[in-house]
């Protein structure tokens, strides 16, 4: 299937215009990803693939089993004198299969970089994550939806970190210019309450001459006072 054509059905119509030059800047296992995308795509997820035929993996297996003293002599001497970079990020790095990856742990609609896939995509692609197919076209199709992602992110308007983390109202009378012949006439002028002032005062007064009527009270003069005093 061409690449464009699996893109048409994967790829929400109104994205499709981002990805016309796409397969021509993709890498190698981006295009292998596609294509895999694409048999995804054509048998529902419902299909798992093997890496390779049955036939070549049996004669590997024999000509392992056939190693001779000078092969694993060379083995174990650049095993010995290689480098933990080199072991890490290296050429060695690149014979090891992929131990795990994030569709352990999520499905393809639950990622970020799910978004411009339609819902139909989706839903292949995780049934075909469900299936636990090798980790090897894990990898591959991984490697795809990333650059797939890339591609839709450039592609979108930028917003600065201010707009992205924090929350962003956009104040238009910065916008404008300064009238200066309409300047101050947005300040209110305020006038002194003095109702509020005397009815603070009476309420004041009130308190005070109810006061002065409970000293004269017997239960005020019933009332014992006892000096301050410490203890030494």
């Known amino acids: 299937m061409e690449p464009f054509a699996i893109l048409t059905n994967i790829i929400k119509p109104e994205y499709l215009n981002y990805y016309r030059d796409w397969i021509y800047i993709a890498s190698e296992k981006e295009a292998?990803?596609?294509?895999?995308?694409?048999?995804?795509?054509?048998?529902?997820?419902?299909?798992?693939?093997?890496?390779?035929?049955?036939t070549v993996q049996l004669q590997e297996l024999t000509d392992q089993q056939e190693l001779d003293f000078k092969k694993a002599e060379e083995m174990h001497r650049k095993n010995q004198t290689s480098t933990t970079y080199g072991t890490e990020f290296g050429y060695l790095q690149k014979l090891l299969k992929p131990q795990n990856n994030v569709f352990k742990f999520k499905k393809c609609s639950e990622l970020e970089f799910a978004q411009p896939l339609n819902d139909l995509a989706k839903l292949f692609l995780?049934?075909?994550?469900?299936?636990?197919?090798?980790?090897?076209?894990?990898?591959?199709?991984?490697?795809?939806?990333?650059?797939?992602?890339?591609?839709?992110?450039?592609?979108?308007?930028?917003?600065?970190?201010?707009?992205?983390?924090?929350?962003?109202?956009?104040?238009w009378k910065l916008?404008?210019?300064?009238?200066?012949?309409?300047?101050?006439?947005?300040?209110?002028?305020?006038?002194?309450?003095?109702?509020?002032?005397?009815k603070q005062r009476l309420k004041q007064e009130q308190i005070k001459q109810k006061i002065a009527e409970l000293d004269g009270t017997d239960f005020a003069k019933a009332l014992t006072i006892h000096k301050s005093f410490k203890i030494n």
Request: proline share 5%.
């Open 32 to 54: 292998r990803g596609l294509q895999l995308i694409g048999a995804i795509y054509k048998h529902k997820g419902r299909k798992l693939f093997r890496a390779k035929p049955p």
């Open 126 to 171: 995780d049934n075909w994550i469900e299936m636990n197919d090798e980790l090897e076209f894990q990898e591959l199709v991984l490697n795809c939806l990333r650059a797939l992602f890339s591609r839709f992110k450039a592609q979108l308007v930028p917003k600065t970190e201010m707009k992205v983390k924090y929350e962003y109202k956009p104040d």
């Open 175 to 198: 916008s404008n210019p300064i009238r200066v012949d309409k300047a101050g006439t947005d300040i209110n002028a305020y006038k002194t309450n003095y109702n509020a002032i005397f």
